[in-house]
């Protein structure tokens, strides 16, 4: 697990070559917006990241093992582009791992909340999630 935090810890386009060292051939990686099969697929989910944002960066808080399963919790850092508009975000989340008998990983899934880290802060949206919100909450949250 140590070894995983590191690798995302440190992610970029250059290390993601190496990714397969990590995830086995045929691994499954689900987040919010993906879900691919393959380390060449996983390969080219990290490729648009870096493709789509400035600056992106994981920080590994904790991580849990128990027997072949693991999971993290991270904070996911970027600046989205946009020249006068560009922002700083952060995304908290965490990812639970399965490794396979060889050690790598077999099942890579990222929960976080893609409403309230990412919808909720955009313009036109973040009006309307914010009035969702305040009508679907109970009156004792509110």
């Given at each position: 697990?140590?070894?995983?935090a590191?690798?995302?810890?440190?992610?970029?386009?250059?290390?993601?070559?190496?990714?397969?060292?990590?995830?086995?051939?045929?691994?499954?990686?689900?987040?919010?917006?993906?879900?691919?099969v393959?380390?060449?697929?996983?390969?080219?989910?990290?490729?648009?990241?870096?493709?789509?944002?400035?600056?992106?960066?994981?920080?590994?808080?904790?991580?849990?093992?128990?027997?072949?399963?693991?999971?993290?919790?991270?904070?996911?850092?970027?600046?989205?582009?946009?020249?006068?508009t560009?922002?700083?975000?952060?995304?908290?989340?965490?990812?639970?791992?399965?490794?396979?008998?060889?050690?790598?990983?077999?099942?890579?899934?990222?929960?976080?909340?893609?409403a309230?880290?990412?919808?909720?802060?955009?313009?036109?949206?973040?009006?309307?999630?914010?009035?969702?919100?305040?009508?679907?909450?109970?009156?004792?949250?509110?």
């Open positions: 697990m140590a070894e995983l590191a690798y995302y810890e440190q992610l970029s386009p250059a290390s993601l070559e190496h990714l397969g060292r990590l995830y086995d051939e045929q691994a499954r990686f689900k987040d919010p917006f993906n879900d691919v393959g380390v060449a697929a996983i390969q080219a989910v990290f490729r648009h990241m870096f493709d789509t944002v400035q600056q992106p960066r994981f920080v590994v808080h904790d991580t849990i093992v128990q027997g072949d399963k693991g999971f993290l919790v991270w904070s996911f850092h970027f600046y989205s582009a946009g020249g006068r560009a922002r700083a975000w952060e995304i908290k989340g965490g990812s639970h791992v399965q490794w396979g008998r060889d050690g790598r990983i077999v099942l890579h899934r990222d929960y976080w909340d893609a309230e880290e990412l919808y909720a802060k955009l313009p036109v949206l973040g009006g309307l999630m914010r009035y969702l919100k305040r009508k679907l909450a109970t009156p004792i949250t509110r």
